[in-house]
């Protein structure tokens, strides 16, 4: 499974970005979708994440009410739509695929595939 991420890019706050990831090769299955970012300097941390269904969710405390995760199954493709960003918001942006989590997890460790990263700069 290859995974591409895009839509970063820079914006102010309280401007709003879409990030898509798009899934290709073996993709006869759904998985798990998550997103997780890595800000400079800091360790990467869990954003959202999408149930194969995209009915089921989770998301860090840190961007509740502002981020919202959906999918596109038929597209095989995810997408996170970041309302409201804030400077603290920058990091370079990764999707990610678990294959065999029976529901949603925020641990990176349980994701098998990851995409390259797209970059998101927000200015104060």
Known sequence: VQLQASGGGLVQAGGSLRLSCAASGRTSRTYIMGW?????GKEREFVATSSRSGYS???ADSVKGRFAVSRDNAKNTVYLQMNSLKPEDTAVY???ADINSPIPTMIQEDYDYWGQGTLVTVSS
């Open 94 to 96: 990764y999707c990610a």
């Open 57 to 59: 969710n989770l998301y």
């Open 36 to 40: 997780f970012r890595q800000a400079p």
